[in-house]
């Protein structure tokens, strides 16, 4: 649903200044789907394909413990 920002900021009135900003920028961000491009950054700078999330937290779970 395409929510107007005055809304948003209306309906986010419990949370502080700082955080309604943020997540109304994240809105901003979906809405022209500026984040919808998946780039080579990531193999690039690692040197090695990307992982999941699950993948990096299982290989890493003893430094969660």
Avoid: Y
Avoid at 7 to 27: C, F, K, N, T, Y
């Amino acid at each position: 649903a395409d929510i107007d920002e005055a809304a948003q900021r209306a309906s986010l009135q419990w949370a502080p200044g700082w955080m309604i900003d943020a997540l109304v920028g994240l809105e901003v961000v979906k809405k022209n789907s500026w984040a919808a491009h998946v780039t080579d950054a990531v193999p690039t700078l690692k040197g090695a394909p990307a992982e999941s999330f699950a993948a990096f937290a299982q290989r890493r779970a003893d430094a969660f413990r």
